[in-house]
């Protein structure tokens, strides 16, 4: 008898732990809330949600909020990078719910431009789900809130708690940055955005008309290669920053997938003939400009080989050229620095930072690094600070050639 009260006690021990520990989980692992409150208008909602890995990409939102084989989801991680190839998907799941004294509309953001394809679903009054698409596999013209990047109105009730489910595809490795904004706050920096947009490519522009007019003037071929090198550049610019997807090409969402790396490829092909213009050929160095020629020629070719293939292959096609075609530059700029040139140090400046942003976006497409913004958007930077050092070496070289 005492054998078996030790047997019984020791079983319902066992059982209350386990109850316990079923209890303890499922509150540590409870869906957050996020409460809107216009006193904090901007929510960074990395950690606020629950994910998924679709391996194959079939899961419906009814499968994943009401369904019977619900899969598991866990707690989002801040800055993780997702591998989700052309065949899997993410879901995230977000509550949120507004203060009772919010006045303001409410707005899921995804501040990413090159975002594939990011899919937001909503529970209607009659318990349906209805979702909006966006992304820049779609045409800008079909997204509920046309811009830089997707956003979606997020339709709250005053009082209760709303479900949304995201659903985003994209081929590269990234990091996804989401967050909730208020309307006066978005507004706000919609204007700022597009301020600073406007003044980059404005200022860019003036330099297009300036070197192709002095290009004119002084029948000086090397302003003319700096003028196609800078349109060519603009349009990368306006491509990785959203304006060109929103602005130029707003109908057509396959181009706008491609433009970044395409145009990244030309305005690569055009480097070594401005390098060669600004530099001249040199004695013993007469390799150079058959190179160089090769290289540009090379560029179209090489373009349209990444529109064929795969994503990701095509971004290591794209990142091996530009790193191939910058090193190149900087070699020759260093042996004319060597020579008491001062035109090959600014040349060196000019292509010092495209080439270590380009190397990080090589490392980090290939699993080396990590994704981040700098790797992503670090490109975008190192050309737009090669522009204006370029032009002093080109400004340098006319002056003599002048004298």
């Known amino acids: 008898a005492v054998k078996c009260m030790r ?43 629950l994910t998924w890995m679709d391996s194959n990409a079939q899961a419906t939102v009814t499968q994943l909020a009401t369904g019977k084989t619900r899969p598991p989801m866990d707690p989002a991680q801040a800055h993780t990078v997702y591998a989700l190839g052309s065949q899997a998907a993410l879901w995230q799941h977000y509550r949120f719910m507004k203060s009772a004294d919010s006045r303001q509309d409410w707005v899921l953001q995804f501040p990413l431009p090159l975002l594939d394809l990011v899919t937001v679903f909503q529970q209607t009054p009659t318990g349906d789900w209805v979702g909006q698409t966006a992304g820049d596999t779609v045409a800008v013209s079909t997204w509920p809130e046309p811009g830089r990047y997707p956003q979606f109105q997020l339709a709250l009730t005053s009082d209760g708690v709303h479900d949304v489910y995201v659903r985003i595809q994209h081929a590269t490795r990234v990091n996804i940055p989401v967050k909730a904004i208020s309307g006066k706050a978005r507004n706000h920096r919609l204007q700022v ?18 070197g192709t007019a002095q290009s004119l003037v002084y029948r000086d071929r090397a302003y003319g290669w700096y003028a196609l090198y800078v349109s060519i550049m603009t349009l990368v610019a306006a491509t990785w920053t959203g ?52 290289l540009a020629a090379a560029s179209l070719p090489m373009a349209i080989t990444y529109a064929m293939v795969e994503r990701g292959t095509g971004i290591i096609i794209a990142g091996t050229y530009v790193v191939a ?48 913004s700098l790797s992503q958007y670090g490109l975008l930077a190192g050309l737009t600070l090669q522009v204006p050092l370029l032009l002093v070496a080109l400004n340098l070289r006319s002056r003599e050639r002048h004298s």
């Open 7 to 49: 047997y019984a006690n020791g079983l319902l021990a066992a059982l209350l732990l386990a109850v316990l520990s079923g209890l303890l989980g499922a509150t540590s692992f409870a869906q957050p809330i996020v409460i809107l409150d216009d006193q904090h208008p901007i929510t960074d909602l990395q950690t606020s949600g």
């Open 193 to 210: 955005e597009a301020l600073v947009s406007g003044m980059v490519l404005g200022a860019l522009l003036l330099l297009i008309v300036a």
């Open 243 to 294: 304006v060109a997807g929103d602005m130029l090409w707003s109908e057509s969402g396959a181009w706008a997938d491609l433009a970044p790396g395409f145009l990244s490829i030309l305005v690569g092909g055009t480097a070594p003939m401005v390098v060669h213009h600004l530099c001249g050929p040199g004695a013993g160095q007469k390799w150079f400009e058959p190179v160089a020629y090769w």
């Open 325 to 372: 075609v910058v090193v190149l530059g900087m070699r020759r700029a260093i042996i004319v620095w060597k020579g008491r040139d001062m035109v090959g140090f600014w040349v060196l400046a000019a292509f010092m930072p495209l080439a270590l942003a380009a190397l990080l976006m090589l490392a980090s497409t290939t699993g080396l690094l990590p994704v981040s």
